[in-house]
Nanobody, 118 residues
Framework: QVQLVESGGGLVQPGGSLRLSCAASGSIFTLNAMGWYRQAPGKQRELVAIITTGGTPNYADSVKGRFTISRDNAKNTVYLQMNSLKREDTAVYYC????????????WGQGTQVTVSS
């Protein structure tokens, strides 16, 4: 069983910053990918950023240059530093772990709310 525990969401003004954290525990393959998805009201869940065990990141075009994903493999923890936040970044952010053969098994965190508003 795998558990993902998220922290760091909240309310921030436009242009502000937030840092999300997600710690994974349980039976995790050494080779995996961890990342963040988000879902705004009335919209589908979308990939924000993901990073492999080797440290290769991928970002959605909408967050490139503003968000930075990183991970600590020793702690099985992934971070998302969000800068220059915009109102359209408002969403529930979900931590995701891809593991298993072919990285075909997904685990999800409970979600953390990020609200960008003045």
């Amino acid at each position: 069983q795998v558990q993902l525990v998220e922290s760091g969401g909240g309310l921030v003004q436009p242009g502000g910053s937030l840092r999300l954290s997600c710690a994974a525990s349980g039976s995790i393959f050494t080779l995996n990918a961890m990342g963040w998805y988000r879902q705004a009201p009335g919209k589908q869940r979308e990939l924000v950023a993901i990073i492999t065990t080797g440290g290769t990141p991928n970002y959605a075009d909408s967050v490139k240059g503003r968000f930075t994903i990183s991970r600590d493999n020793a702690k099985n923890t992934v971070y998302l530093q969000m800068n220059s936040l915009k109102r359209e970044d408002t969403a529930v952010y979900y931590c995701n772990l891809k593991t298993g053969w072919g990285l075909a098994t997904d685990y999800w965190g409970q979600g953390t709310q990020v609200t960008v508003s003045s």
